[in-house]
């Protein structure tokens, strides 16, 4: 028996995806430099929790003060549970006074796992995790599955040809993408508090994780969180 190779979210719609953030701007850009991952008005992130508190773990820099979730390879949106392979996530929080503001960048936010002695892991931007991204709950219509199980020109099924390629529908890849996009932590001068989810490249399983550090080092302080595996 073949087991089927789902193909996640192809190459194309994450550049699609990538122009409509960028084509969705209703004002110009301001003059200083823009954050590596410009979103369109309606990109609102998560809503914060009610407290700091109600995170795995949280912690003050300066005025502001750092909350995290670790999910591992699970993608929490509103909507629906996404999961990607290559990707770890966080569900981060920044909280502040009354009426306070915050400079917010990809940039402030690195990840160490297992106290690695290499190099902390960098937050990446949400476009270039929609290759990966997966829907948990969605399997192929029985009659594609039955028609690429069937080797070419033969009527059998070949045990040496490789696992055949199951397409997600387009409709399907452009929902998780939209779901991933407004559930990304907002950039960019924000009123606090903001949430939403950060990406850092981590292809290891999940159980071999024993360790998980959050640093945030940008404008309001530096501050390191130890999440749980």
């Known amino acids: 028996m073949q087991v ?10 994450a550049v699609l995806i990538a122009a409509c953030c960028l084509s969705a701007q209703d004002q110009p850009p301001p003059a200083k430099e ?15 929790r009610v407290s700091p508190t109600d995170y795995q773990a949280s912690g003050k820099a300066g005025v502001v003060t750092i909350a995290g979730d670790f999910t591992q390879h699970s993608v929490p949106t509103p ?17 502040g006074p009354p009426e306070a503001r915050s400079q917010i960048s990809l940039d402030d936010f690195t990840l160490r796992i297992n106290s690695s002695k290499k190099p902390p892991l960098h937050a990446q931007s949400f476009v270039v995790v929609l ?10 219509p029985e009659s594609q599955s039955k028609k690429s199980s069937t080797s070419f020109g033969t009527g ?19 929902a998780m ?20 989810l950060l990406f850092f490249q981590y292809h290891g399983k999940a159980e071999k994780i024993n360790s998980v550090e ?6 309001a302080g530096k501050v390191t969180l130890d999440l749980q595996p």
């Not at 089927?4 to 719609?13: D, L, Q």
């Not at 959050?214 to 404008?219: D, E, F, H, N, V």
């Open 131 to 140: 290759s990966s991204i997966k829907d948990p709950e969605w399997s192929p």
């Open 156 to 174: 059998g099924n070949d045990p040496g040809s490789p696992p055949p390629v199951v397409h997600v529908p387009i409709e399907l890849q452009r």
């Open 4 to 13: 089927r190779n789902v193909r996640p979210i192809g190459t194309g719609i």
């Open 79 to 95: 909507e629906q549970l996404l999961t990607t392979e290559d990707y770890v996530v966080v569900e981060v929080a920044l909280y």
């Open 34 to 48: 823009a954050p590596k991952d410009t979103r369109p008005v309606g990109a609102v992130g998560l809503p914060p």
């Open 177 to 196: 993408a939209q779901h991933i996009q407004k559930a990304s932590l907002p950039l960019g001068d924000r009123v606090l508090p903001q949430a939403g």
């Open 214 to 219: 959050l640093s945030y080092a940008g404008p």
